[in-house]
Nanobody, 123 residues
Framework: QVQLVESGGGLVQAGGSLRLSCAASGRTFSNDAMGWFRQAPGKAREFVGVINWRGTNTRYADTVEGRFTISRDNANNMVYLQMNSLKPEDTAVYYC????????????????WGQGTQVTVSS
């Protein structure tokens, strides 16, 4: 069982930046991908970004492409989401996920979830 703990959320003005962190512990697998989802009030949870084990393959939702960057530090079991040029529509609870490969993480299948961290972007 893997445990995921997010941190770094908060309140920021539109155009600002935040960096989210996710610490993984417990059982992890060498080929696992890690990623981020988000859920805004009244909306379905949606995919944000994913990175493979080696850090050589990243994918992003169209809504964040070019503004958000995902990275990972395998030595310390960490994954990060750098969010720049934030918009009010980025306001959501952000969830870290870990799963068996990029395709499954993108669709949120067979993944472990963190508890989430709130990001609020004011206009």
């Amino acid at each position: 069982q893997v445990q995921l703990v997010e941190s770094g959320g908060g309140l920021v003005q539109a155009g600002g930046s935040l960096r989210l962190s996710c610490a993984a512990s417990g059982r992890t697998f060498s080929n696992d991908a890690m990623g981020w989802f988000r859920q805004a009030p009244g909306k379905a949870r949606e995919f944000v970004g994913v990175i493979n084990w080696r850090g050589t393959n990243t994918r992003y939702a169209d809504t964040v492409e070019g503004r958000f960057t995902i990275s990972r530090d395998n030595a310390n079991n960490m994954v990060y989401l750098q969010m720049n040029s934030l918009k009010p529509e980025d306001t959501a609870v952000y969830y870290c996920v870990e799963g068996p490969g990029v395709p499954r993480v993108i669709v949120g299948r067979d993944v472990a979830w963190g508890q989430g961290t709130q990001v609020t972007v004011s206009s």
